[in-house]
């Protein structure tokens, strides 16, 4: 069954936490995105990585890091340098970069108490 | 740099009526234009995908139109059905931005029996 897994659904935070969201996708795509997105707004980039080893600054990157050791993961930490991290947190990938259909996860609900 | 709009950012109709979404973007070095669907708390589902030299593309009661000279574009949904309640999304891949998805903000659409 191909496709693209989030996890945890629902994270909650301590002020001060880093926390880190899986994202998994077992359709070979090379290309990997994350995404934030909050109440009533569109999608904003965070981080995406066109292949292993490699990945570029989104729009919001600050309070972010991620790693592609793997061609199926793509993991995102929330560092506590994150100011405002109370989000839903959307992980896509493609089979390339430039103009290719995104796929999406379900999406990981981040709280921060 | 590229901005995408969307109007309205909710909408109410009767079953079985056609309606409109709109979409608009200020620069038209698009690659590609996409439309998406998206449930409350879930992750996005690709509905249409235009390419920049393509005019429209239909899927089932779906319709998305591209006019590139104008920046814009409208999904078009017949018949519509409880079903179709969901918040859609309107992105473009822009030439100059590293071929990253820019969102408009949604349109939120409440089919009512």
């Known amino acids: 069954d191909g496709g693209i897994t989030q996890s945890p659904k629902y994270l909650f935070r301590k002020e001060g936490q880093n926390v880190t969201l899986s994202c998994e996708q077992n359709?070979?795509?090379?290309?990997m995105y994350w995404y934030r997105q909050d109440p009533g707004q569109g999608l904003r980039l965070i981080y995406y990585s066109q292949i292993v080893n490699d990945f570029q600054k989104g729009d919001i990157a600050e309070g972010y890091s991620v790693s592609r050791e793997k061609k199926e993961s793509f993991p995102l930490t929330v560092t506590s340098a994150q100011k405002n991290p109370t989000a839903f947190y959307l992980c896509?990938?493609?089979?390339?970069?430039?103009?290719?259909?995104?796929?999406f996860g379900p999406g990981t609900r981040l709280t921060v108490l | 740099k590229q901005e995408v709009t969307q109007i309205p950012a909710a909408l109410s109709v009767p079953e079985g009526e056609n309606l409109v979404l709109n979409c608009s973007f200020t620069d038209s070095a698009i690659y590609n234009l996409q439309w998406f669907r998206q449930d409350p708390g879930k992750g996005l589902t690709s509905l249409l995908l235009i390419q920049s030299s393509q005019r429209e593309q239909t899927s089932g009661r779906l319709n998305a139109s591209l006019d590139k000279s104008s920046g814009r574009s409208t999904l078009y949904i017949a018949a519509s059905q409880p079903g179709d309640s969901a918040t859609y999304l309107c992105?473009?891949?822009?030439?100059?931005?590293?071929?990253?998805?820019?969102f408009g903000q949604g349109t939120e659409l409440s089919v009512k029996p």
């Open positions: 896509a990938s493609s089979l390339a970069t430039l103009g290719d259909t995104q796929y």
């Open positions: 992105a473009v891949i822009a030439y100059n931005q590293g071929g990253k998805l820019i």
């Open positions: 359709l070979n795509h090379d290309a």
